[in-house]
Every structure is written in C-alpha cells, then in structure tokens.
C-alpha cells in the first residue's frame, strides 16, 4: 500500500501524508537533525539508531525505522560501511554492563538463574534489538536483507564486521523459519514480475528469453516451485526446476530442447530435479534448500502416484579446477601417468570420447576421496546433497557438453537421488562420519581405478574403507 | 493441508503416510523410543528434545519437532509441567560453558569481539533455540502458543518457570514483530469460522449471539479490524470494532442498540473504538494494540477523508474497586467527608444521579492522580491508551449502566483522544514524565474537587504540578 | 463497487456522483420526467422501457435500464403491476410487422431464408430485447431475478402475464446456463453473508441456528455444496447438504444428532444427498438441480475414492395427502380393507409400529403406480429424482418421526440411488416410458400388497406391467 | 480442472474417468455410431445435433455437448463446412411448425397471445436451440467462440450461411452482455499466460517483446485494462492501453519511448486512450469497446481525482486510401489543384512538412465531409468514437512517423475527447443526425480549405450546415 502510494498508483490524502510528515520531522526534531542536509547523513544513521533504541515506548518507532532504512538506502558506501562498523562497536555489547553482570554471577547472588538470564542480555550486542526495531517499518525485512548483502560485499576487506553479520544470520535463521516460508508453484500463470526474477536469478542453467522460460513451465511434464516469505511478496527466495522424464537423465541437453516432444505427466516415473537456485544474496547461509526438495517430493508423490523416483542432474563445478590443481601435484594420488596422457591429449585438442574413461574414473575418485579438511567432499554441490540425505546414483560423461560445462567438470553431470526412506540414514552416516554414500555403480569406478594403480598406496586408506565396507 | 490430511478431507496417499511413519519410527527407532509406551511419556518429550537438538544437520528436524509438540499436546499436565521445567534447568544455559566464555573474555585473548560473542552465546540458554527448532514443524507457531498458555497457568504456583517465559515472550516478539502482521477488515462477508472467534474472544462488551455480531459488522456505520499473523491462519490476534458517528459517544448503550438507525459511512466525523481485545493468551505480554489503533486510525482516515475524530468509548475496570479500597483508608487524599455520604447514600439504594458529581470529580482524581509506585496511573486500559500517546479526553457518567458497568465503575466510561498530530508528544510526556495529558474539561474536574477541600494537603503535589502547569 | 458506493462503504468522489447524476438527469430531460414526482411514476417505467428501447446506440443504456429497475423497485404493487401488464401487451410483438413479415414469407421473395429470420424477428415480443437491456445495468440479473420474483406471485390472478413469465424463463435459462454456473463448497470457512442465506434458504429439513449450521458443515464427514452465478454475486443459487456414511441411512434423526461421532472422510462409502434447496423464487423453472447432483457426485468420487454409494435420503411430501384422498375414494385401488383398518387404528392414537406394513406396501403403490395424467409419478421429489436418472431404492418406515414428517408422510423416507452407469438408462426408460426404476425390494413390496388383493383388478394394469417386465 | 485432467496436470481417478467414458460410450451406442471411424465423421456431428436436440431432458446433454465440440475441433474443413450448412439447413426453422403457426395465428383462435408466442417458437431457428445446448459442456462458449472464428472465415464464400452467423451474434449479445463483463487492470502483476496475449492480440501499435511490454505496463504513468468473461478464463475480450500525461499528446513516438521518464501518477492530468484491440475473432460484432472506455474513465477518474481529461490518440486507418481514390476521381470535391500538387510533391521524395497544411486541411475534409453512403463517416475509428459519444479533438501532423502510419495516413494521428458530461448529447447527435462533432479548431481548418477554394461548391452542403451551426 505504501509503495502504491509512493509511486503514485493511490492518491494519498493529504491527511495522511501529514501525519508521515509530522511523524518524520517530529523525529528529527527530537534528535536536532536538520532536514535534507547533505552532510552528516552517517552521523545521522547513528543518531536515529540511537533514537530508536532509547526511546521509551514505541510512539514513532515505525518511523524512525523507516527513516533509517531509507537513509541507509540513500547513503554512499562511505557512509554505508560507517554505519556498519558502528553496528560492529558503538551498537555491540555494553562492556559495563557485561563486567556487571559476570561479577553479580560469580557473586552469584539471590539464585543464578536470573543472573544467568541478566548476563545473556547484557552480552547481547545492542545491535541485535536495533535490527529488530527496524523491522518493524514496512518493508524492513526486506530493507534489511538488502543492508545485509551490502554488508557481506563489505566483509571480505572488513574482517571486524564479522559478528555484525553473525546476528544478521541469527535473526534471519529465526524470521525465516521453515515454519514461515511458503511454497508456491510457478508456472506459465504466475504474475510477470515474479517470472521475471525467475529469469533472472537462474543460476544454473541460464534462461535465455520469455520463450526459454515458458519452455520450462508450460508442458505438463515441467514444474517449478519456490518458496516466499509473507515479508517478501513476490520475492522468490529459492526455487526448483523439475522435468518429469521416465528414466533418469544423463544429459541436460535433451531436457531443455525446445522442440523435444512433451509427455503427459502421468506417464512420468521419474522426477528429475535440474537447478536449483537462491535468489537473494542477503539471505546467504540461512539455508532452506533442503526443505524445498522434500517439500516438493512430498507435493509431486501426492500429486503423482506413479513417481517413484526423484533424483537431480546436477553440476560438478569443482571438479575441472581440481584436476587442475592434482596436475600441477606431481605426487598426486589422483592422477596416474594413463590419466595424464588422457588429459594431455585432450589439451591438445583430442577427442573427448577418448578420454571417457578417464574422466569417469577421476570423477569417482573426485567424489569419494577428494576431501576438505574438514572431511566434507570437495565438491559444494555434492556437499549440498549428501547433507540432504541424497546418494551419488550416476556420474554422466558429457552430461553437460556446453563451452560452460567443458570448461568447470569437462563435460561432467551427475545424479544425487532422493530415496524418502533411506534419506535420515544417508544424511547421518554423512554429518557423522563424512561417509559419502554412493551407488555400486560409482563405488565399481572408484574401486577400478584404485585397482589399475595397482600397488600405489592410497593416502586416504580411512575413508576408502567407509567406502568399500 | 496436512490438517487437512489429518481430518480425512483428503486422502494422503499411502505413498506419503508412509514416509511421515517412516520419519516418526525411525526418530523413535535413533532414541530408543518404543512406540504407544503409557509410561514415560514426559522422558520422552525430553529425549525428544534433546534429539533436536544434538541432531547434526536436519535430516529429521521436522518430524521430530512435530512429535514433541504432539507429545506435548496429549501429555497430562504433570507431564507437561516436567517437561517445562526442563526447559528451566536442563535446556538452561550450559554452565560449564559459561564458565569458559567468562574465562576468556576476562583473559581477553584474541581480542574480545569474538570472545563477546562466544560468552553471548554461551548464556544463550538452549531451550531458545529448541524453541526456534520446534516452530520448523508444519503449525509449530501455533502450537508454541498453545505451549505457553499452558506455562502461563503454571507460572503461579511455579516462579522458577520465569526464564522459560521470558525466552517464549522473546522469541515471540521477535516472530510476532510488527512487520509480520497483516490487518483485515473483519465484516459480514468474513468466514464463519474466524467470526466465531470474535464472537468468543470479545472481552469488553460481550457479544450475544449471531445477530448481535452481525449489528456490530454489517451496518454501513461499523467497523472491526484484525491483525493477523501468516503463521496461525484464521486466527485474530487482536480486534478492534469501531463506529463511525457525528460526535463523541458518552454511552455504549446507544453504540450497540440494535433498533438506531444507521447512517452513511461518509457521513461520519468521528471515529470510536469501543471496544479492543487480544485473543491469543499464549501471546500476552506481546503487544500489537498500540500499532493496531494507528493503523486503523490511518486506513479509515484514508478511506473516509471525513473522519477528524478518533476516539475511544472505554471502560474504567479499576475505578469501583479502587474507591473501595480508598474508602477504607481513613485519611484518604481521594475521598472527603462530602463524597464518603454520597457513595453511601448510593449503597443505601439511592439514586445514582445524586452521586452524579461526587463520583466524576473522583473519577477526574483517579486518572490524574492514583498512581502505581511505578509512578504511572492505577488504571491499566488509561496505562494502555496514555501510553500509546492518547489524552484522556472526556469522563461519561453512566456511560455504561449495564450490572457489569455499575460494578466496576459506578457505570463510568471515558474517551480517550487519538489526535495524530500530538501522539507522539504526548506518549513522550507520559513515558518520561509519566504525565496523564488530559482535557481542560477533566483537570478542571480535578480542580474543581481539590478546591472544595480547600485546606486539606495533597500528598502528591509533584504530580498535580505537572497537571496543571 | 456500486454498492460500496451507495452504502457508503467507498466515498463517490465528487466528479462521479457527478457523471451518475448527469446521465440520469439528462435521460429525464431527453424524456420531459420531472424528477422526484410522486405521480405517474407507473408512467415512467413504461416511458423509460421505451427509451431504452428507441435509443439508437447505447450511450445511455447503462443509465436508463438502472433507473428503471430502480423505480419498479421503489415503485408500489399497482404502479409494478401496470409495468408488467405493458410488458404483456405494449412491449410485446409488433403485430403489424408480423403482418408483413407473414406476407412476405408467403410471397418467398428472394428465397425464404431471411424471409424466415425477419418473421422470427418480428414475432419476437419486444420485451425480450427490453429484458435484455435491462440486463446492462450494474445488478440488473440479481434485479430481473427479483422481478420475476414478483410476477411469479401475481401470476396466478393476472394469468395475461403468462407470455411474458415465459419469456423470462427463456432469458433465464440462456443466462443461467449450466455453462455459467459455479460450484463452490460451503463450510465453516464460508463468509457469513452466504452461510445465513444457508440458513434462511434450507426447505427440507430446517437449520435453527448457527450451531446448527456448523454441525451440518464442520465435521468431518460432512458436506455442503452450492451453485453459483458470476452476476449474483453471494447468492446461492441451489444448493445440497451431504453426510459421508458407511451404509445407506434410513433414518434423518440420527444424520442430524449433534451429539453423533463423526467418522474420518476417507472411512465413509456412502454419500449421502439429504437435503437439496434452490434458493431464488425468480428463478423458479430453470432447472439446475440435476447438474448439481451429477457435479457433486463426480467431485466426491475424485475426492475420495472410496465412496462407492451416492444416494438421497428423501422426503415423501405428497405421500399423506395421497393416502387422504384415496381413503375418500370408495374403490380406491390402492387401499384395500386391512389397510383401512390400519389408518383408522392409526388415527384412533394406535402404535405407528402396527401399521408399518400397511404403510409400506401403500407406499410401494403409491410410487410405482399412482401417477399424474401425464404418466408421471404423483410425488413431485420423485419425479426430479428419477427424472435424473436415479433409481427408487429403499422404503424408510418412520424414516422422520418429526411431526412435520409424521404429518405429510406417515413418517416415511425413502432413497433414491444415483448409480453413474446406470444414469442415462434410468432416465431414458422413465422420460420417454414413465418407467419408474425402482429396486427389487420396493418392488417386491408392491407384489405382496397386489398379490394380498388376489382377484382384486388393478385399474393401472399398464403401467404394473411396465415395473414387472 | 477437465483442462487439467486431459493435460496430465491432474490424476484422474479411474472411477471418473469410466463415467466419462461410460457415458461418451454410451451416447455412441444409442446413435448407433462405432467409436474411432475415420469416415462420416461429419455424419457423425449432424448426428449428435439431433441427439442434444432430440433427447428428453438431459441426462447426457453435457457428455453429447462435449462429444460435438471435440469432434468438430477435430474434423478437417470439408467436414466442418458441412456442419455448419446444415446448422443453416436441417438446424433451421421447422417450416412445416411455421406454416401451421402461421395457420394458427391468422384464424386468431383462442386469443392470440400463446399463438403469437407458438409462432415465434416455430420461427426459431433450431440451431438457437443446439447452440444453447452446446453450452452445456465445459469450455463450451470458448469452443463456440472458436466456431464462430470457422464459420467467419467461411462466410464470403458461403454467404447462406449468412443466418447462422446471425444466430451466432444474437446469443453470443446474450451472453456476452455488458452485465457479464469483468473489468480487470492488466499490469506487471498479470499472469505471464494473460500479458503473451496481450502481446499477441495487440493490433494498433505492435509490441516487439516482454521488454516493450513492461514499458507499457510497469511504469507509474501507465495503465492497461481488459474485460474477461467468467466463462473464457484468462482470455482478455478486449482492453484498452492508457499513458497519464500533462497534456494531450500529439504523437505516438514519445509515449512509447522506452528512454522516457515517467512521472507519478498523481501527477498527471490527462488519461489517453492510445490503443484499443479486441482479442476474439470469434466475437467479431458483439461490441464491448464503448463499455469499456466508458468504465475505465469512470474507475480512473475515482482512483486519480487529478485527471481532467479523458482523451484518445488514435489512428486514421482509411485516410491515405481515401485520398488515393479521390486522387483519381477527376471531380474530387475534396482535393483541389494546391493540394494535387502538395501530394504530388510528396510522392517524388519531397519533404512532408511541405504538405503540413494541405494534408490537415484534407484531414479535416475526410473526417467532417467523407461520407458512406449511410451518412456516416468513411473512417472505421471515428465512426467507433464518435459513436460512443466522443468528440474529435485535434488533428496531429506526424502523429505517426513509422512506416506504417505514414503509408496508412500520411502519419496523421487524431485526438478524441471523452468529455463525460457531453458524451450522451454528442452521441445523438451522431446517431440520430449523423453530426461529426468536431472542435473548432478542426472545423476552423475545413473551412479555411473550403473557403480557398471559393466558388467550388460543395455536393455535401447538408452535412456542412450541420457542421457549421
């Protein structure tokens, strides 16, 4: 309503455009600001943060927050990063209080449960109150949620805004809550400007056109679905592209032809999810792409009996770059001296066919072996899915033959499945141990390729055996 | 669509009633949980709740939130009181930790920012976010409410309990937060099921029946607006009903007579809420009131550019009770040697119109001048109103003559005054200064009873000076 | 919007009330109305019927029909009834040029095709393009339902009126085409407004209240449904009230207890249609009531697979009055002496229970044999449900014991059973033979009673021989 | 949900699809017709006519409807050429039933209201009858729609189905009336499958893509608005493109520019009307275009009370052609030697703005003086405005300097004003007199032409007179 007032689609009365006005100035007054000075705008972000922690009640809270957000949204980065870094000390924890309240709790005074509770708040940054109130504007979520993307392009050279953006990450854990978010289709009848973020945020497999995208909504053997938050109408936050196939694919080629002959959804058995995207960058790390899968293998199993199976065709971005990174490791446990002349000959423009072998079996050794320190897998995608619960089903050679996908996995796609009754177990086996699971299929590779270096000895015996047991 | 599932209005494949069994069985199965067990019931919610927490990751966090909170809800109340007493101790703040985090942020190492926030989050209690982990589960908000009306109950008889609300009001807060409500007009075109909510929930002046809600929503002349949250669909959380009228009511009686004549909405100047009430109790403490009268007071102002008053018709709950008490004080400042025979001769059955002046001048008293040690006014509807920066406008004799009215107040009512442009200013007075802005009309009341009493000192000369400067 | 206009819901800016009162004013002035006359107000229906009528184009249409339905709506039943007499005879067919039109369809000029259409044209009465017309204005269909509403009550005194009642009708079905018609369910979740015309509407078994209501539509095993129309917005225009059960009810008493157990949705195999009310006496004669239960019975069996069974349970309306006058005919075929003596023992305050068989097999007569000249059943709910293609099931003894039920049919019910398959067969034997399709066991029940009588003459051996073969 | 079920979207339990079946079946059986014959299927559309017809009551009117429609869809042209000859034919008046009405009517036996009545009956055509029935089925008014787009197509070389297309005119007027009408904003928020037809149906001022789309639709200062008809979902009937100026436009160009800046709202004082399409051929003759305008004013002059004038800016479709026949009429009383030479100059490259003058004053000859034979002006566009009651405003030099507008009308654009206290007086005067009301700048520029031209005298003196008075 706000919006369609300020852009002039509603007529607001002058009466209410008084009682903004007089809220807005009255603000300012109170705090000594001067109207539309050029200057000072940043001491002016901290003030009215100031203004809108101490004041008692809430008479012009909404106000202030409003001016606040649209001041932030006004200012230069200068200013921005300012505001930001006062975020980090002036509205980080009260060092007083906090000394207090550790003396009164090692005193432990009158009980310690209250004391506990006074200690937790006084190591409250006072921040994390001040992010409240300002959601309290219309449209604050979503202003914030912009303030924190601004923030994270700041942090890599601002390393002391880190905690700032740890309470961000709290506070929007909580607001956007499963429990909050709804799933919605999108098809060919969604509205315009929701499609056109569709298009827009399609991080996978790049959408061309209107045509490329109604191509993925309108057969009845497409879906699409997002999630929304009631604060971020028509904002997808996430979504899903979907094909119904009767077999799993290994090529994303077919899928996405436009002149390929659609099927009845009906006939379909298999559910094929082929890119999955995130939409907002303010929202990183508050994670809801597990829920979107198992949320829409629940609504597709509903609405079609006759799937039975759900699994992805999925990228393998890492994968090229640590081929890369094993060949200049002359000691690489990966890479034999077959494999070196395989890809050697590649470079020199040979036949990729040729190389099928090879890269298969490299692949195989990429997923199960390769690992962070952590003991996670090096691939982020398959990180993703195996912490769903997913299983590594499929390594597809030239899955994916586009300048793009030669270039990040040499071709490579892969299929994670979605098996509902296997998926708690997966998942723990994998937070737990860091077990990878995979089909036979994929182990079979793995296992040929150890088997052809015959007596060299692999630096990764522990997680080979999870793997063969 | 799950409750639909639930109630039998749709059919849940067996496909899906199968995963949910599969989910609950092996969260059960992983704890060691035997199914349908009568006993231990109230183990089994803390097991539950600690397997929500411990999980790594959040393979079965929806399923296994979504049998505590069943749990919870089928558990007899000793059960449910030891479960909540756990989130006191148990899911308290881990103590060891907090011990380390002191420890550390008193070595300082490191610099403290981080340490800061490791001591923060080591007070942090874990029952938060268990919390924030049970609202995964489909209608978990929902159900956390129900939760704490049950602790609500017992929070009497179990101030230990204190800190588990106090985590409930402040997550609440936090999800309950302003910029999630929605306000709807509620009317006669409103479905049945939220209008009997209305029916149930109206605190003020009761609703009868059918009929009697429909005289108070489907006359051009009535107004009654909600807020409403995404997450507890259909349920109001506050309500306001309005009437539109050509001047300041001083009696409710004629506002709800169901033979007056209407008038046409645009004819109306003036705006009165007459009636406000929350209907969750799970969320007292949680306050939308104050946003959801501004709001109102905008969108009919919007809609209805006549409108130049906005008003309450309002009870005074604590007036009788209040006389009562001062009667019994001996060398009450309130009651004088005239007042004390008139309340008597109205006891003795006399006629409240003799009382006429005795009782207003007195009410004129109470508002200005009976405070809490807080310093603020005994009434908590005039705490509600002044301190969302209203004036205390105009006291009704006999404004409510119903049993109730009499009992209460001698049948008193007042309005009180939402003139936008002084809101601010005035809850500013009232926060800070705890000044009641009232009416010249009021405090010459007030005036008028203290000169009567010529010599007779005032025990609370500050405040008085503040009313009549 | 219209009407938020004029209930003052929505302020007309000034410019609109404007053009409204401009093009009224200005349709008085072009036909010399004065306006606000008491008199002649009879005079301006007609004047303004012609007025829409001779304007060349429509740029007034909108106005004129709206302010003449809005005077016959103000207008008094003798200035109404003068209006509708001028639809019989001044706005009827244009008789001189039938005249030519007759004559030149004889001389076939030109070939005689659109000889025939300028014949057709001339003989259509020129109400039917008024009525039309009058369809142009905002509500006008809710308007010209009412009145019809209206005609239909002076109908039986004023049978000149007739031709236009048919025209009416021959609109009407156009209009309210099964085409145009939306199903929606009613439930708890319906707006109020819909929900106490459920309530007002009821004719078989009357709601007493909103407790009432809710039990016939909240639940579970419960279910309501009705037929919409896009320009009678709210209104509905039939609708059917059904219980889901595990067998073939006999009784209304207990489908109606509110203190009954509701079973899951997906527990039940029966559908159970026990009450079907049309709402809108303008609209009496277009029939929907077929289309509904058809729709209904293809929505619920896609809902829920397992319903097997869709079945009314039925009043017998005309079943006393029957038996009443048969008693008065000496040589009734139907009642012989035993069963004399059994209404008698009945009438004398005799045990119901005594008279069961009696009233059986009169009842089995009184379905399969005692019809109308035209070959019908004498039951009017008969006629509609076989006419449908339902066959008559079961004969319910004191199927309502209420004492509406007691009086108009001894308490009998009785189900008529819609079996998909058999649908089109059923209707064809009963439309194009008056075969009244009936189970064996109804039929059975006739045989005893035949049998019982010997030698004893059916006077109605044709159509005995129909239900026998 | 039909729709869905065929595509796939939607699971059809068995159960109804064996009804449907059944009863598609079925009606087969009755016909005698064999299921999937490549041959008669024409045979086979006349053949269900009769059925829908000819059945008593309507147990499968609905599935025959059905039946006809697909098949008709399905057939090859021949077939469908047959159909709708025989609608002309078999599906005509019943001559026998008219000649013995005519009987009846002409002995007037009985009174002759019900005879009139019978041959009015008689006279209509029996296709009235089937096209009603054909209602019945889902979808039905689209697949009739869709058959009257054949049908016009085949009308020139078959004129005697002439009548048809009558019949089809005269029902869809029913349906289609103004009552059924839903007036809808189309904007940014639409549905991607509602704005594709936009771009498609769009006939005055093509829309390149999605992104020239946008730019008509998401600025502030634009609007779009489209009638729907409850039974043709998500199919715009018509709609109207509308750009908020500050003054009245001379040019296409800058309104249509996307490098434009826009302004709010509120702040424009004029709404121009710049492109009106209809979307269904089927529709072709059934007018909603004067509704529509009419409405849109009348819900833009209550959203935005700024807006003063309401006003077109149209093309002048038939003018070139115009002035290319009166350039070979030797006697043109409209061109004379000056402008014969401007034009000429402009044939041989010459610069336009050469031919300013002439080619206005020509303009104002061809818009006040170019007459049809039935009096009413050569120009399709004026002929639609001014008969809504419009007035032509202003004559724009270059209004339209694209390819297009130049060939069709020299780039002359016009501008008709919408004033709605004049629009009913202009409206008769143009119907009922044929007066082009004009401004008097346009008429100012026709006499200036006419007065060059001294003693040629004018052969339309008439329509002169009428113009000058």
Redesign the interface.
């Known amino acids: 309503m706000l919006n369609d007032i300020r ?7 002058e ?2 455009q ?2 903004i006005d ?2 807005t100035q ?2 300012r007054a ?1 705090l000594g600001i001067k109207p539309d000075r050029d200057v000072g705008e940043d001491r002016d972000l901290e003030l009215l943060g100031e203004a809108l922690l101490s ?6 809270g ?1 106000a202030i927050a409003q001016s606040l957000l649209a001041a932030f949204e006004r200012a230069a980065e200068p200013q921005r990063l300012k505001f930001l870094s006062s975020l ?1 000390d002036r509205f ?2 009260d ?1 007083h209080a ?1 000394e207090l309240a ?1 003396a009164a ?2 005193r432990k005074e009158g009980g310690d ?2 004391k ?2 006074a ?2 708040a006084a ?3 006072r921040r994390q109150e001040l992010i ?1 109130r300002l ?4 449209g ?2 979503s202003s914030l949620v912009r303030m924190r993307e601004v923030l994270l392009a700041l942090l890599r050279e601002h390393p ?1 805004l ?2 700032v953006d ?1 309470d961000f990450v709290h ?1 929007f ?3 956007f ?4 978010l ?1 799933l919605r289709p999108i098809d ?6 929701i ?2 973020k569709i298009i827009r945020y399609e991080a996978v497999h790049a959408i061309q ?2 045509d490329d995208l ?1 191509n993925r909504l309108e057969p ?2 497409r879906r699409c679905y997002a999630f929304f938050h ?2 971020l109408v ?1 904002e997808p936050l996430i979504f899903v592209e979907v094909a119904l196939t009767k077999e799993i694919p290994g090529a994303i080629g077919p899928l996405l032809d436009k002149s390929r002959e659609a ?5 379909a058995t298999t559910a094929v999810f082929y890119s999955i995207s995130n939409t907002q960058k303010g929202l990183a790390g508050v994670s809801f792409g ?2 979107l899968i198992k949320q829409v293998v ?1 609504d597709l ?6 799937l039975k199976t759900f699994v992805t065709l999925s990228p393998v971005p890492g994968f090229a770059g640590w081929v890369r990174r094993e060949l200049k490791t002359e000691a690489s446990a990966a890479i034999d001296e077959e494999t070196r002349r395989a890809l050697a000959a590649l470079d020199d423009g040979g036949d990729i066919a040729q190389a099928k072998e090879a890269i298969t079996a490299l692949a195989a050794y990429y997923f199960l072996k390769a690992k962070l320190p952590s003991g996670k897998p090096v691939d982020a995608v398959a990180r993703f899915h195996l ?3 997913a299983r590594l089903e499929r390594l597809n050679f030239l899955g994916d033959a586009s300048a793009k996908g030669m270039k990040q996995s040499y071709g490579l796609m892969v299929n994670y499945l979605y098996a ?2 296997r ?3 997966n ?2 086996a994998f ?2 141990h860091g077990t990878v699971v995979a089909s036979d299929k994929v182990k079979k590779a793995l296992r040929a390729k150890l088997s052809s270096r015959d007596l060299v000895p692999s630096p990764h015996t522990n997680s080979q055996r999870k793997i063969s047991s």
């Open positions: 852009s002039g689609r509603i007529a607001a009365p009466f209410l008084g009682l007089t809220l009255r603000g109170v004041r008692r009640g809430e008479a012009s909404v980090a980080g924890p060092r906090i550790i709790y090692q449960g209250s506990l509770e200690l937790h190591a409250e940054p409240r959601n309290l504007a219309p604050g979520t002391e880190q905690p740890d506070l854990s909580s607001w809550n499963r429990g909050f709804v060919w009848t969604t509205s315009a400007n499609l056109e056109d209107w109604r009845p053997d009631p604060q028509d099927i009845a959804a009906h006939e597990n829920f629940q199993a509903r609405e079609l009996p006759n912490g769903n619960g509902l009754e998926i708690e177990a998942h723990e937070a737990e």
